[in-house]
């Protein structure tokens, strides 16, 4: 005999009979209720998790929010190793999540916000910006704007062929020629101060239609302006200054300026009829959100940095952007 034979044939003493029939009364209903407990979760989590178009699952899961984590442990020098605010972080997104130096990403710049009160806090990279034209129809030849969001204007004109021969009017401008508009503007509620732009990052562009002014007046409600509003999102853009915002954006209601910002952002700004600046508030507090849409699913998680670092996905493809109000927004996606 082994001491695995040993083992199985030894007999541990018998409770007291009176003992043995409380253990064996209440452990029925122990069982009974742990398994209702498993089976209510699993419900919870199907309804939670299910596959659903455009279903939005707030960061924290099923049952509650980030909590802020506290105390931030500097990872290996070599390595980055897995931290306890990593594994807070990667309970409340739901994935793998590693330390990287701020300075080894690239601030894809999607999300800053520029407006009155913010301007550029630093020069954009001009190494992205390119001709307009032939890419896409043009006012003027030398119209230049950011690679990403000239790809996505493109696409968005080819598919609205049926509806306009949309054409770019403006795209990048430089600080100095923003500086001449703003000084000679007839009225700056259509102008920003130099650096405050959109046009100075690049990633904005005013399109028109043929037989259409550039007048809000004029421009509201025809087919060409509704279906740019209604369709931009499909491209990663947004209508930036819509009607009824100008008391958050402090710009008049403008049809024609449209911003690039990413697909799922867009998207989300869009279907909930908010503008940048309440896009990121909204991120700030909530710490973000996953959501699938056509079949991605798409995670966006907001940090602050600690010590020059943010915590990034380990095993999906992502970006970064700025929002210039000293956060940073992680956007990761899987199929």
């Not at 509201?220 to 819509?242: D, M």
């Amino acid at each position: 005999m082994n001491e695995y034979e040993l083992q199985a044939k030894v007999r541990r003493p018998r409770a007291p009979a009176k003992r043995r029939r409380q253990r064996m009364n209440i452990l029925p209903i122990f069982v009974l209720a742990f398994f209702f407990f498993l089976a209510a979760g699993g419900f919870l989590a199907l309804r939670h998790l299910q596959n659903n178009e455009g279903n939005v699952l707030p960061v924290g899961g099923l049952f509650g929010g980030m909590s802020e984590p506290d105390e931030v442990t500097e990872p290996d020098e070599t390595t980055d190793s897995v931290t306890s605010e990593e594994n807070s972080l990667e309970s409340a997104y739901g994935l793998p999540l590693i330390s990287a130096l701020l300075s080894t990403l690239t601030d894809t710049g999607y999300l800053k916000l520029v407006n009155r009160d913010l301007a550029m806090s630093q020069p954009i990279d001009y190494a992205y910006i390119v001709d307009a034209w032939p890419t896409v129809p043009v006012r003027a030849t030398d119209i230049t704007i950011h690679i990403t969001a000239l790809n996505a204007i493109a696409a968005m004109f080819e598919d609205g062929q049926h509806i306009a021969e949309f054409f770019i009017t403006s795209g990048y401008r430089s600080v100095g020629r923003q500086a001449e508009i703003y000084e000679n503007a007839v009225d700056r509620m259509y102008v920003m101060p130099p650096g405050h732009s959109e046009h100075n990052l690049g990633l904005a562009a005013d399109i028109l239609a043929p037989g259409i002014p550039m007048s809000s007046a004029q421009m509201s409600g025809t087919p060409e302006a509704v279906w740019l509003a209604e369709n931009a999102w499909r491209y990663g853009l947004v209508l930036r200054y819509p009607y009824g915002t100008t008391h958050i954006t402090q710009v008049a209601y403008e049809p024609w300026h449209f911003r690039y910002v990413g697909r799922i952002h867009a998207w989300y700004i869009t279907t909930t009829g908010m503008v940048l600046e309440e896009y990121l508030e909204f991120l700030e507090v909530s710490g973000g959100f996953m959501v699938t849409l056509e079949g991605i699913t798409y995670h966006v998680i907001y940090q602050q940095p600690v010590d020059g670092r943010l915590y990034v996905p380990s095993d999906l493809p992502f970006n970064v952007s700025a929002s210039n109000r000293g956060g940073y927004i992680i956007t990761a996606w899987e199929r």
